[in-house]
């Protein structure tokens, strides 16, 4: 019995247009039934009356047209059923699991069965775990499930293909983890395919910061080194063939004393536990103090490199860690003591004289890299956060300010609320100060920010009003606010800011020691800040071809007759000069060379000027 029998046109029909030869058997043969016999026929309940097309219900699919189920049989058209999973998945929105699939299929059967068959159910639970992926992630992971692979993606018509390639080009860049070998495969990502094993144990590479300290195998507490962020399973894929990192964490670790060899039988003993192991002979006419003296002179030596680990430290463990709401972040332990085996004693400086601010900046240097761990995108992050950190007691520390400033490297010092940021700078704590004038500099990099420029020009005095109230801001917090002005206007040729940066660099000095120490760090800084605010300029910028900022800073850099200067003229005024420097009518290139130097450069940089 045919189609044309019973009366199915739509079947009839579809058959003739893929079959063209069909069209003359049936003018030659003729219908079984007769039209009185067609009527008695009950109306199928399991096929449907009209033929489902596959192109034109994908179609439709695509376009979001509502339309009704595509019919199945079980084990029939297998293809085509793992086609429309694959086509809804990527295309349509999917509400929950249950009703996407009741949207997609219309189970054919005689015999009364559940309405999901194995291929169905499967579906429904795939939806359920894949909530969070994106249309063309689910896309590829499913397509994985079901066992295809780019052979069979190739093996399509090219219109079908093209869609199912496309979300493989969308996923290759940057696949989620966790994933199964065979997805990788579909990917072609070979990389990410033989470390599919460790992928689907891991939870993700960043770990949450804990104060709690690790203990070794006689159960004594480990100190803080702060790399604990590592992932140490991910890096032993990185390195699989040596021990580096491992190599890399002595190194740099900087909480336990340093040790000093004071006998040749301890030199050879410990020289290949520690880099820093360094010999004191004891000589035969060398007295009990001049001994102790040469072991703190070595001590320093060795401190030196100790003081140095903080910066390759913060570079390690960059954006390592994400923030805990309860717990604040662990700044390791500097340590800069030292033990003389063979009995381990104590050395400290006690019998030399060392500067007093000798351990100001590392300390800075060790909060920086503590707040480098940290990713830009923490959200736990705010104001309250950042106070919780803060030392205990009233006074800041230097590790603070480092740490202050890291969070401006990051983007989170701006969430700081005004009231803390005025607490912090009425402080007086010089390394807190630098650390938010460089932080808030770093986030508002290029902006012109109103609020930061107020709060940096309160520490440049070239900034403020003459008649306005003298400040003493010590000389380091200053050439951090210089070098922040260049920061928030970077990229902008600013006419003032550019105006009174060029005369900051051949800045005179002043009455009563004004700037008259470290004048070079203050030119180099405001030489820096002044290329920062004409990057890439030249002599292009609008509204500053009266300056003659070239010509300048080539004076600068050269030496030669000072030219007058209406900025310091109207600043100065009021003002006697400097009697304890005397420098005459020439340019001291000593000071204002480097930073005039470096401000040319950065000005024509990559702007091709001969």
């Known amino acids: 019995m045919s189609f044309r029998d019973v009366g199915w046109s739509e079947y009839v029909e579809h058959y003739c247009r893929l079959h063209p030869h069909l069209v003359s058997i049936m003018e030659q043969e003729h219908s079984q039934l007769k039209p009185d016999q067609r009527v008695l026929l009950p109306e199928p309940s399991v096929i449907p009356l009209f033929h489902p097309v596959f192109n034109r219900w994908l179609y439709n699919s695509i376009l979001g047209n509502p339309q009704d189920p595509f019919p199945h049989m079980d084990f029939i058209c297998k293809k085509t ?35 999901y068959t194995e291929s169905t159910s499967h579906l429904v639970g795939f939806v359920n775990k894949t909530t969070k992926f994106t249309p063309a992630e689910r896309t590829v992971l499913y397509m994985s499930e079901i066992g295809w692979t780019v052979g069979d993606i190739s093996a399509l018509p090219f219109s079908l293909s093209l869609p199912l390639y496309e979300a493989l080009a969308v996923v290759r860049e940057n696949p989620p983890s966790g994933w199964p070998e065979s997805a990788y495969a579909l990917l072609v990502r070979k990389d990410l395919s033989k470390q599919s094993d460790w992928l689907q ?12 300290s690790k203990s070794d195998s006689k159960g004594k507490p480990a100190d803080t080194d702060g790399m604990e962020g590592l992932d140490d399973d991910l890096l032993k894929f990185r390195f699989p063939d040596d021990l580096r990192i491992t190599e890399v964490k002595k190194l740099l670790q900087s909480a336990r004393p340093v040790c000093d060899c004071s006998h040749s039988e301890a030199r050879s003993e410990l020289s290949f536990l520690h880099p820093s192991l360094l010999p004191i002979f004891l000589l035969s006419m060398c007295s009990d103090h001049e001994f102790l003296e040469q072991q703190e002179m070595r001590l320093l030596l060795v401190s030196q490199r100790t003081m140095a680990l903080p910066l390759a430290r913060g570079m390690l463990t960059m954006h390592t860690c994400r923030s805990s709401i309860t717990e604040p972040v662990p700044i390791p332990k500097l340590n800069l003591s030292g033990r003389a085996p063979p009995r381990n004693t104590n050395i400290a400086f006690q019998h030399i004289d060392v500067p007093d601010n000798v351990r100001d900046w590392p300390w800075f240097h060790n909060g920086v890299a503590a707040g480098l761990q940290l990713g830009p995108n923490d959200s736990k992050i705010d104001s309250a956060w950042i106070v919780y950190n803060q030392p205990e007691g009233k006074n800041l520390t230097n590790e603070f300010g480092g740490f202050l400033m890291a969070l401006g490297l990051t983007g989170h010092l701006t969430k700081l609320f005004r009231m803390v940021l005025h607490k912090y700078l009425c402080s007086s704590h010089e390394m807190t100060g630098i ?37 003493a801001v010590p000389h ?9 002005i260049g920061l928030v206007y970077q990229g902008t040729a600013h006419r003032h800011m550019a105006e009174v940066l060029l005369g900051e660099i051949g800045r005179p000095p002043g009455p009563e020691l004004e700037n008259c120490a470290d004048r070079e760090s203050y030119s180099l800084a405001a030489g820096l800040a002044l290329g920062m605010v004409l990057l890439k300029h030249g002599s292009d910028a609008v509204g500053l071809s ?39 009518d020439q340019v001291n290139v000593d000071v204002t060379s480097p930073g005039a130097t470096l401000a040319l450069g950065l000005m024509f940089l990559q702007t091709g000027n001969k």
């Open 81 to 115: 059923h793992q086609l429309i999973a694959i086509y809804s998945l990527y295309f349509n929105k999917i509400p929950s699991s249950v009703q996407f699939v009741d949207t997609l299929f219309r189970r054919l059967s005689i015999a009364a069965s559940s309405l």
């Open 201 to 212: 144990r891991s939870k993700g590479c960043l770990k949450e910061i804990s104060t709690q």
């Open 435 to 471: 650390g938010l004038a460089l932080g808030l500099a770093a986030a508002k990099k290029g902006t012109m920010d109103v609020a930061v420029t107020k709060i940096l020009s309160l520490h440049i005095s070239a900034l403020l009003p003459p008649t306005s109230t003298e400040l």
């Open 476 to 484: 380091n917090l200053q050439v951090a606010a210089i070098l922040g």
């Open 546 to 584: 009266d300056l003659e900022l070239a010509n300048q800073l080539y004076l600068y850099m050269a030496g030669g007759h000072k030219r007058p200067s209406s900025h310091y003229n109207s600043l100065d005024t009021g003002k006697s000069p400097c009697y304890q420097i005397q420098e005459g």
